[in-house]
């Protein structure tokens, strides 16, 4: 049986090197399941500015690579260049711009069975879901979405994605412990899916892979398989 292929979305500050890195034991608990193929957001972070997110993310994930610098899907301050999960805006910077690159990534590297993201990341893809269910991007056909830490966007002009509850099977992963996105804020986007399953586990904000998890992740991809 062939493996799912899912495009996997990183997190802020991250890159698609890095979160390739930090997946690894992702990708060795379902190496049969699935085939994970990673991208890399179009904006670059200025590593040097002050942001509100804490410095347990810096912690969370490898030093970025030489070659690929820390990125971004959107700025939630517009002028600083910056985000933070908490803040809210009345306008973003970058969003058309990361929706170009999924895109491209699926008319050059796709099909793809399911999309994969991690915080910011996880809240892009359930944009990226929206979209596609409005069907105003028809390259997008994902069958379904794991959204690890994620969260519903407090910018004023992304809440035309949660007017109507998604169709698309999703499993939404959280942590208890998580300071970074709060297991709250992942909680606040359960409502903007229907049926979503759920992976609640103790930890902070990283990707779940022990042999505890491995059981729901297989549930929940063997309907796709």
Known sequence: MAPLRVLCIHGYRQNGTSFREKTGSLRKLLKKQLELVYICAPLAVQTAATTEVPNEENNSIPAPKDDEEPRGWWFSDVQARSFSARQPCETSLGLDDSISVVREAVKAQGPFDGVLGFS?????????????????????????????????????????????????????????????????????????????????HPGGHFVPAAAAHRQTYQDFLKKFQ
Do not use: T, W
Not at 138 to 152: H, K, M, Y
Not at 179 to 190: E, F, H, W
């Open 120 to 200: 910011q990341g996880a809240a892009f893809v359930a944009m990226l879901c929206s979209l596609q269910e409005q069907q105003l991007e028809p390259e997008l056909n994902f069958r379904f979405a794991i959204i690890i830490a994620g969260f519903r966007s407090r910018c004023e002009e992304h809440q035309k994605f949660y007017d109507a509850p998604l169709q698309i099977p999703s499993l939404h992963v959280f942590g208890l412990g998580d300071k970074i996105i709060p297991d709250s804020m992942s909680r606040d986007l359960l409502p903007s899916f229907q049926d979503p399953q759920v992976l609640i």
